[in-house]
């Protein structure tokens, strides 16, 4: 397919657009179209269309409700300098859909198709895309599998689509330090699992352990390795990074955590910035040694959603730990404004992340 083949049909009945100031919140608000494509076996991909946001309409047996086919991605969109809107580094976003497909025995998107289709939706929709200070358009692509069968195999039929939905910050913090819970009865995912996917069954089974924390009010779950309960993974929606002696230390990617986009930028600006940066495994262990010694400087996740959300305050076996004074720390600052201003084609991008919509 090429994009000529990409039917648009507008909406008759525009959706009334957020007015400028106001409270978007996150993944509450959707623009008023979005991109459909199917597919089946012998037929590939198809039918890619620009279409009026709707319900869906599937078979009760459709695979995808019983077997849990499905996977998706999160990208953003920013209105930046001279009106333009710019993508974030959009083709690893698609790259890694495919690893994710592949994971799941689902079909295989062409990417710079899907990258020209992303575009022609965003300018159908651009009006919806705000302006404000820390604002975005939230990308939801995703593929659910829909062959009406209850049996366990891959499916024979897929639905693709991507919505729009203007966002504000994720965390209600916004940039002020967040609170984070170490997990250490539940488990996120396992080596030769899904975890290095962005498949929906990780997040299902992240909902406990998240609904526990925000019942002791804390943001999010940091995640231990599922064999030994020792080694830290990521947070339920973030990759993160610790500051140890003025080396920035990451969790290595083992096939339990997620390839992050942010993560694999903070690690590139890290190091332009003189950081030496280690990826390795890390223990829970050698982690609070850094914060009882004083060697730990910050801490702080990183992720398309909140792109740096710095970490305060962390509990270990129900024993509360301070972080850098509960404030933001110098390289979470300095990759935060670094990244949105490359995001929002602000200040010079010598990697050339930013892609013109």
């Given at each position: 397919?090429?994009?000529?083949?990409?039917?648009?049909?507008?909406?008759?009945?525009?959706?009334?657009?957020?007015?400028?100031?106001?409270?978007?919140?996150?993944?509450?608000?959707?623009?008023?179209?979005?991109?459909?494509?199917?597919?089946?076996?012998?037929?590939?991909?198809?039918?890619?269309?620009?279409?009026?946001?709707?319900?869906l309409?599937?078979d009760?047996?459709?695979?995808?409700?019983?077997?849990?086919?499905?996977?998706?991605?999160?990208?953003?969109?920013?209105?930046?300098?001279?009106?333009?809107?710019?993508?974030?580094?959009?083709?690893?976003?698609?790259?890694?859909?495919?690893?994710s497909?592949?994971?799941?025995?689902?079909?295989?998107?062409?990417?710079?198709?899907?990258?020209?289709?992303?575009?022609?939706?965003?300018?159908?929709?651009?009006?919806?895309?705000?302006?404000?200070?820390?604002?975005?358009?939230?990308?939801?692509?995703?593929?659910?599998?829909?062959?009406?069968?209850?049996?366990?195999?891959?499916?024979?039929?897929?639905?693709?689509?991507?919505?729009?939905?203007?966002?504000?910050?994720?965390?209600?913090?916004?940039?002020?330090?967040?609170?984070i819970?170490v997990?250490?009865?539940?488990?996120?995912?396992?080596?030769?699992?899904?975890?290095?996917?962005?498949?929906?069954?990780?997040?299902?089974?992240?909902?406990?352990?998240?609904?526990?924390a925000?019942?002791?009010?804390?943001?999010?779950?940091?995640?231990?390795d599922?064999?030994?309960?020792?080694?830290?993974?990521?947070?339920?929606?973030?990759?993160?990074?610790?500051?140890?002696?003025?080396?920035?230390?990451?969790?290595?990617?083992?096939?339990?955590?997620?390839?992050?986009?942010?993560?694999?930028?903070?690690?590139?600006?890290?190091?332009?910035?003189?950081?030496?940066?280690?990826?390795?495994?890390?223990?829970?262990?050698?982690?609070?040694?850094?914060?009882?010694t004083?060697?730990?400087g910050?801490?702080?996740?990183?992720?398309?959603?909140?792109?740096?959300?710095?970490?305060?305050?962390?509990?270990?076996?129900?024993?509360?730990?301070?972080?850098?004074?509960?404030?933001?720390?110098?390289?979470?600052?300095?990759?935060?404004?670094?990244?949105?201003?490359?995001?929002?084609?602000?200040?010079?991008?010598?990697?050339?992340?930013?892609?013109?919509?």
């Amino acid at each position: 397919m090429d994009k000529n083949d990409i039917k648009i049909i507008k909406t008759a009945s525009p959706g009334e657009k957020p007015q400028k100031g106001a409270e978007l919140g996150f993944g509450r608000i959707f623009t008023d179209h979005m991109f459909l494509m199917d597919y089946a076996v012998g037929k590939g991909w198809h039918d890619a269309r620009i279409v009026p946001r709707a319900n869906l309409s599937l078979d009760p047996a459709a695979m995808v409700f019983h077997y849990g086919q499905a996977a998706f991605e999160g990208m953003k969109a920013y209105r930046g300098k001279g009106d333009g809107i710019f993508l974030f580094r959009p083709r690893m976003n698609f790259e890694r859909m495919n690893v994710s497909n592949a994971r799941l025995c689902m079909p295989e998107i062409d990417e710079e198709f899907i990258l020209r289709a992303l575009k022609a939706l965003i300018k159908t929709d651009r009006d919806w895309v705000p302006s404000e200070t820390g604002t975005s358009l939230y990308i939801r692509p995703f593929i659910i599998a829909t062959d009406p069968y209850v049996g366990v195999r891959p499916s024979d039929t897929y639905l693709f689509i991507i919505l729009l939905s203007p966002v504000g910050a994720y965390y209600p913090e916004g940039l002020a330090p967040v609170k984070i819970y170490v997990e250490t009865e539940y488990v996120r995912a396992v080596r030769g699992g899904l975890g290095y996917t962005k498949a929906a069954a990780n997040y299902a089974a992240s909902l406990k352990s998240q609904n526990k924390a925000k019942e002791r009010g804390y943001t999010q779950v940091l995640w231990l390795d599922a064999i030994e309960r020792r080694y830290i993974e990521e947070v339920g929606t973030m990759n993160v990074f610790f500051i140890i002696d003025g080396k920035a230390v990451t969790p290595s990617l083992n096939g339990s955590i997620l390839p992050g986009i942010t993560r694999d930028s903070t690690i590139k600006l890290a190091r332009k910035f003189g950081y030496e940066v280690e990826e390795r495994p890390l223990a829970i262990d050698e982690l609070k040694a850094a914060i009882e010694t004083g060697a730990l400087g910050e801490a702080f996740g990183t992720g398309t959603a909140a792109v740096v959300s710095p970490i305060g305050e962390l509990v270990i076996d129900d024993k509360t730990y301070t972080l850098s004074d509960g404030k933001i720390g110098p390289l979470s600052q300095k990759l935060y404004d670094t990244l949105t201003g490359i995001q929002y084609g602000e200040i010079n991008d010598e990697f050339n992340w930013a892609e013109k919509v």
